[in-house]
């Protein structure tokens, strides 16, 4: 949904003159982004609503150029002393950091202020929303115990302001949606679990927001959890919230940062095939129906659409206004909303054709190196042999290569979750190394 009404001018006042304070203190170049956030929010657990709370908070980042060189800061409303303090911070990190001449500010992206999401929410629907969510629960999965249910409605105003008159203007207000639950049976439970999503508009059932359901259903099938039959190489079905994790790590791979520094096995490959012709990777921060996407990004620069890998070819990096600047190539991303097409394969089919594998909820560990070799612990994780799901794991280990993983997919689910801030469906691929802890 979008709302044609003008977005704060305030914020684009405030930004415009902190860049040319900055600029008056010795700066060669500032930008300032400045965000103001009201945000309704509302806890439950188990025993139903025990928070209803309003934050409103006025954040602003100053960002100044010396000499070729950088500096920053972070300032938290709009007092004077903490804007003198923020300003002699800036120029003097600026004066201690290293020279780089691709240091600077963008030139003006011109666009018209943008708003998105409805005026205002309707606190008292969202009241009755959160109830009925722990009503459902209490109903359909008396075993499961909430912990936390956070429903909110944020208001958020962005500004950018540059010393060469760039000057941005945004408004999104969303739906918010994170749980946190376990399930208990006298002495026996289950870990607990987490998701969340936003939509511009009221979600329908709480129950229904994201993976909430699917995850919820897999948490009441987590009792009694036993450890893989030894070690084997076998495929993992990657479940929609880990295949959003994968989907990141994947980015810093494709992304300008990891080109920059050598540590992508990526470089000069652009073209060629890197993965299943099933998969495809995409970044989509445009994208009208991501709430949390962006129309610019940190450096006033307007956000776009790219195809990082598409049917398993291989087309672009991540490339952002520094690493375009260093590397003298096109800037193609400031911001990462990331998005993994469903395919044509059900989610039942994945596992009837998996002989021996694990549904891969969540991994623990470390990043992959620069030639993107894994090594982690799988929880929330289930055993599959056989084309079926046999019992739950405790705590094993996985680990692979995603070079090797990318080229190994061999199925994607047509069933897809949207998050608000990306969509992803489950993934199936071979080739994984799966043992005890």
Not at 98 to 122: F, L, Q
Request: some cysteine; charged content about 25%; hydrophobic content about 40%.
């Amino acid at each position: 949904m979008v709302v044609t009404a003008p977005a704060d001018t305030d914020g684009i006042d405030f930004a415009a003159a902190l860049v040319e304070r900055a600029r008056r203190a010795g700066a060669d170049a500032a930008q300032a982004g400045h965000v103001a956030r009201e945000r309704f929010e509302l806890d439950a657990d188990t025993g139903g609503v025990n928070l209803v709370a309003t934050n409103h908070d006025d954040t602003n980042r100053l960002t100044v150029f010396r000499n070729g060189r950088r500096g920053s800061a972070e300032l938290t409303g709009r007092d004077e002393a903490a804007i003198d303090a923020a300003i002699r911070n800036t120029i003097d990190s600026a004066d201690a950091a290293r020279p780089d001449p691709a240091n600077g500010v963008a030139d003006p992206d011109p666009a018209p202020p943008s708003c998105h999401g409805p005026a205002r929410a309707d606190r008292d629907a969202m009241l009755a929303a959160v109830r009925d969510y722990v009503a459902d629960v209490r109903r359909r999965f008396p075993l499961l115990r909430i912990r936390h249910a956070i429903y909110s409605f944020e208001d958020r105003r962005r500004a950018f302001a540059n010393t060469a008159g760039a000057r941005r203007r945004e408004r999104r207000a969303l739906h918010r949606f994170a749980t946190m639950f376990g399930a208990k049976d006298g002495e026996r439970s289950t870990s607990f679990n987490y998701t969340g999503a936003c939509t511009f508009e009221p979600f329908e059932r709480l129950l229904e927001a994201g993976a909430v359901e699917p995850l919820i259903a897999d948490t009441m099938r987590s009792f009694d959890p036993r450890p893989v039959p030894g070690k084997f190489t076998g495929d993992v079905i990657i479940t929609p919230s880990c295949a959003a994790s994968v989907a990141g790590t994947l980015a810093r791979a494709f992304g300008g940062y990891a080109l920059m520094g050598g540590l992508t096995p990526y470089a000069n490959r652009e073209g060629e095939t890197v993965a299943s012709p099933v998969f495809s990777l995409l970044n989509r921060p445009a994208d009208p129906r991501f709430p949390d996407g962006s129309d610019f990004d940190d450096c006033g620069v307007s956000t776009r659409n790219v195809d990082v890998v598409r049917d398993g070819v291989f087309e672009n990096f991540l490339i952002d206004f520094f690493c375009s600047r260093k590397l003298d190539r096109p800037q193609n991303a400031g911001r990462h909303n990331l998005v993994i097409p469903p395919g044509e394969n059900s989610f039942e089919a994945l596992i009837r054709e998996t002989e021996r594998g694990i549904v891969l909820a969540r991994v623990s560990g470390g990043n992959p190196n620069h030639k993107l070799d894994f090594s982690g612990v799988a929880k929330n994780s289930f055993y599959v042999e056989d084309g079926e799901i046999r019992y739950p794991l405790i705590e094993t280990m996985v680990s692979g290569n995603f070079q090797d993983l990318l080229r190994n997919v061999r199925g994607v689910s047509r069933e897809s979750v949207d998050f608000g801030s990306g969509a992803f469906p489950w993934l199936a691929a071979s080739g994984v190394t799966i043992s005890r802890p």
